[in-house]
């Protein structure tokens, strides 16, 4: 059974460009959900997907957007990015049932804007 | 709305001594509780969690976290920490919905030799 696996590990963009990060779901999970962790916070919730369908957001403009594909991996697409999108980001993925209980995370995204 | 409030950013304790890691959270629904643990540039792992019955949950490696209801708070503790558990805690809570987990910034534990 293999884990949550993001890419790339590191990005380096420059302002105003576009970046998009993958995550490929731990095997079975159905559900996954995206954070950004800046440096020194908590992690904090773009959104969640489940059958390639966005099902909650959180506090982010809509430059933030995602796709999930029928074997529920999935993408973060990021437009325009601005300085404060220098972050972690985190890819977690679950089954639907128990997405509230039980969650596993990837080793994550450091995405750099220049 | 839901918060969750780390109070200490880090907590520096000697090796084989006990430590608490504090969390109160805020919510106007029942929720879950979680402890989650990251080391230096890795995700996070799941350390336990609160979903209901008993007020005390524990780990595999010697954790535990109580949950009480009337001060909402879900405080970690240890009663004797390893040089291997420093790393960065976040405590989070799920109000049950889709709106993800709520984390606090986080307690960095600092294990002296």
């Known amino acids: 059974e293999t884990g949550v696996t993001q890419s790339p590990t590191h990005l380096i963009k420059t302002r105003g460009q576009q970046v998009t990060l993958r995550c490929s779901s731990q095997?079975?999970?159905?559900?996954v959900s995206w954070y950004q962790q800046a440096l020194g916070q908590g992690p904090q919730f773009i959104f969640q997907?489940?059958?390639?369908?966005?099902?909650g957001r959180g506090n982010f403009p809509p430059r933030f957007s995602g796709l999930q594909f029928p074997n529920y991996s999935s993408e973060l697409n990021v437009n325009a990015l601005e300085l404060d999108d220098s972050a972690l980001y985190l890819c977690?993925?679950?089954?639907?049932?128990?997405?509230?209980?039980?969650?596993?995370f990837g080793q994550g995204t450091r995405l750099t804007v220049v | 709305a839901q918060s969750v409030t780390q109070l200490d950013s880090q907590v520096p304790v000697f090796e084989e001594a006990p430590v608490e890691l504090r969390c109160n959270y805020s919510?106007?629904?029942?929720?879950?509780l979680f402890w989650y643990v990251q080391y230096p540039n890795q995700g996070l792992q799941l350390l336990l969690k609160?979903?209901?019955?008993?007020?005390l949950v524990e780990s595999i490696n010697g954790f535990e976290a109580e949950f009480n209801k009337s001060q909402t708070s879900f405080h970690l503790r240890k009663p004797s920490v390893h040089i291997s558990d420093t790393a960065e805690y976040f405590c989070?809570?799920?109000?049950?919905?889709?709106?993800?987990?709520?984390f606090g910034k986080g307690t960095h534990l600092i294990i002296q030799p």
């Open positions: 977690a993925s679950s089954l639907e049932a128990v997405v509230n209980t039980e969650a596993f």
């Open positions: 997907y489940y059958r390639e369908e966005e099902n």
């Open positions: 919510s106007s629904v029942s929720v879950y």
């Open positions: 609160y979903l209901s019955g008993s007020t």
């Open positions: 095997s079975g999970h159905n559900t």
């Open positions: 989070a809570v799920s109000d049950r919905g889709a709106d993800g987990l709520t």
